[in-house]
């Protein structure tokens, strides 16, 4: 069988999964579409492996040969093929596009799964088969060149379509609520809007006006804005930070400098606890304080070490 044929039954087995009422589905519902998207993946590496490469471009291990002529040719070696890291980096080199920042969504999803064992609801799946659904769709007609609608067969496209409208109109329905709110920043909206709940992983967070929390639509865990704002701020700045501790460029978020509870947003002056606003630059030598210096002081760390030194003297 080809691995695009098992591409579309892990993808079909996995809606399956999905559409079954057992919920210990759920688990392999996300499992089975994920592994499916992975082999259209590979499918298409396989495709455009060079004749005689043993398909080279789907095997981790690639070596070089000679043949008769003397010319080099690179052949795919063992049975390991490539995970998603090395489908990334040669989809990458090879210029073939697909939504990264979707994918680690999905495979983060999966990853984290088995957390919400207890908690789990077919609902809160709803965001990874939408998410899922714009993937392969995209992947199917850019770079498959085939209809998605007749590859994946009526079934299973009906069930990716209906699940994808109604994830998209319940995620808006959320996100008219949390606009309504007044934030100390925007950057606090956008970060609650892409909050997944601790509970069970959905990202269908809503404001319930009339009784003034937080609450997700999924599995209708209940929260407070001082309990969920800090983790959505900081997951919302997690990669910009990562590429700053690794890049050594400008840290995004920091503790607050004056409530020492909330996440201080740098670039935008604001803690999204207490709301405060620390002093960025230095009213002795006019510097900008950097991020990691900024305190409930109106002087960087340097003249507040110079002051100090003066005042023991
Ligand atoms: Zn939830
Ligand atoms: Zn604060
Ligand atoms: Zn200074």
């Not at 999905?18 to 759920?26: G, N």
């Not at 997690?238 to 509870?261: M, N, Q, R, W």
Request: glycine share 6%; hydrophobic share 35%.
């Amino acid at each position: 069988m080809s691995i695009l044929n098992n591409a579309l039954d892990s993808i079909a087995i996995g809606l399956e999964d999905f559409e079954s009422t057992d919920d210990r589905r759920i688990i392999s519902a996300t499992r089975n579409i994920f592994s499916g998207i992975l082999l259209l993946f590979k499918a298409k590496l396989c495709e455009i492996s060079p004749q005689g490469s043993d398909e080279a471009l789907i095997k981790q291990k690639i070596l070089p040969e000679t043949d008769e002529a003397g010319v080099i040719k690179w052949i795919g070696r063992g049975k390991k093929t490539v995970d998603v890291q090395n489908i990334k980096e040669r989809f990458e080199s090879l210029k073939i596009s697909v939504d990264w920042k979707r994918l680690d969504n999905i495979n983060k999803y999966r990853n984290d799964i088995e957390h919400y064992h207890s908690t789990l609801k077919r609902d809160a799946v709803k965001k990874m088969i939408s998410d899922s659904f714009i993937i392969i769709r995209d992947f199917i007609v850019d770079e498959l060149n085939k209809d998605p609608k007749s590859l994946l067969g009526d079934k299973s496209w009906k069930i990716l379509v209906e699940v994808n409208e109604v994830y998209l109109k319940e995620k808006q329905k959320c996100d008219l609520t949390l606009e309504q709110l007044s934030y100390y920043t925007d950057e606090i909206f956008h970060a609650l809007r892409e909050y997944n709940c601790s509970e069970c992983g959905s990202d269908l967070l809503e404001f319930d006006d009339a009784r003034c929390v937080f609450k997700c639509r999924a599995c209708e865990n209940e929260l407070q804005y001082d309990e969920i704002v800090n983790d959505a701020v900081n997951e919302y700045y997690a990669g910009a930070t990562y590429l700053a501790l690794k890049d050594g460029g400008d840290i995004p978020v920091v503790d607050c400098p004056l409530c020492g509870i909330g996440v201080y947003i740098v670039h935008e002056g604001v803690c999204v606890s207490c709301g405060g606003s620390a002093n960025h630059q230095c009213a002795g030598c006019g510097s900008n304080i950097p991020a990691e210096e900024l305190s409930d002081s109106i002087f960087c760390g340097y003249c507040n070490y110079k002051i100090d030194k003066v005042m023991s003297e």
